[in-house]
């Protein structure tokens, strides 16, 4: 069984738990600046705690296929505002979704619990810093750069290329100074992925807890839900709180998500069936 310890507090892992998406990103169609963004980022952290989110991940780098890099100025001025905020108004886990060691140790500071890395700590410095910061970490695979990861990703083996490279990173971890409790793994649904990929992976999630570190899936409104069912971005509720509970029958122990109040329910009745299995 698992459990998460950052600093003096434990999250168990016994069953499924949600992880709320906080964009910190700027919105064109508004013109209100740092301080807009920031406000609409705090109630939104208010709004998904309410709905029973177990932790929120907070980023100020939209890591979108084909998004613009933002500077790390640009990215601590987004999030460290927002992680001070929930951090003094909430008794929430607090993630912070960056790859720039900076912003890792100014989060933290701030009090965030948790490293959520795309890029599983291969920028320079950022394994150092996540293992002198000694909290949990999730690793993800992508293959290639969000700039260019959808132009025909491709793999010999899907399920054994995504194992061995976090099997990878999780011994560079462990040469740091990391501790094994302290890793956390997912296999970046939508990043240098197809849509047979990603439905691969979702099959075969199993295979990754060879590896014996709780895992962490995000396919809350991707391509592989859209795509799949013709569905814009605002319509794909439905196909992403199915995904979520299937990650979590495969044994997914936390589910990034944006519709937290509908993922909580779903998952609930989910957890009260397994339960009941030992009744
Ligand atoms: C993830 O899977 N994903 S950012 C495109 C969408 C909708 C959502 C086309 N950060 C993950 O959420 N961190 C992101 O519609 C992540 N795992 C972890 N650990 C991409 C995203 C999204 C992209």
Not at 64 to 80: D, F, K, M, Q, T
Not at 100 to 123: F, S, W
Request: hydrophobic share 45%; with cysteine.
């Amino acid at each position: 069984m698992f459990e998460l310890k950052s600093g003096d507090k434990t999250l168990s892992l016994a069953s499924p738990i949600v992880m709320a998406i906080i964009n910190v990103t700027p919105d064109s169609f508004s013109d209100g600046g740092q301080h807009h963004s920031f406000e609409k980022a705090c109630a939104q952290v208010d709004k998904v705690i309410s709905q029973g989110a177990a932790i929120v991940d907070i980023g100020g780098e939209s890591t979108r296929p084909g998004a613009a890099s933002v500077s790390e100025e640009e990215e601590l001025a987004r999030v460290i505002p927002v992680i001070e905020y929930t951090a003094k108004n909430h008794d929430v886990w607090i993630s912070i979704d960056t790859s720039k060691p900076q912003v890792m140790e100014q989060a933290v500071a701030a009090g965030a619990h948790i490293i959520n890395d795309v890029r599983a700590l291969q920028e320079p410095g950022a394994l150092a810093m996540a293992a002198m910061l000694d909290v949990p970490v999730c690793l993800m695979h992508m293959q290639g750069q969000p700039q260019d990861m959808q132009d025909s990703p491709e793999y010999d083996n899907v399920i054994q290329q995504v194992n061995d490279f976090l099997s990878l990173r999780v011994d560079y971890c462990l040469a740091a100074g990391m501790s094994r409790e302290n890793i956390i793994l997912d296999p970046g649904f939508g990043f240098g992925k197809t849509l047979e990929h990603n439905y691969q992976l979702l099959a075969k999630l199993p295979e990754l807890h060879s590896l014996h570190f709780p895992v962490l899936v995000g396919l809350s409104r991707k391509s592989m839900i859209g795509d799949l069912l013709q569905r814009d971005i605002n319509n794909r509720l439905a196909g992403s709180l199915a995904g979520a509970m299937i990650a979590a029958q495969q044994g997914a122990q936390i589910l990034r998500v944006h519709d937290v109040e509908e993922t909580v329910d779903a998952l609930t009745v989910m957890s009260a069936t397994m339960a009941s299995l030992h009744n």
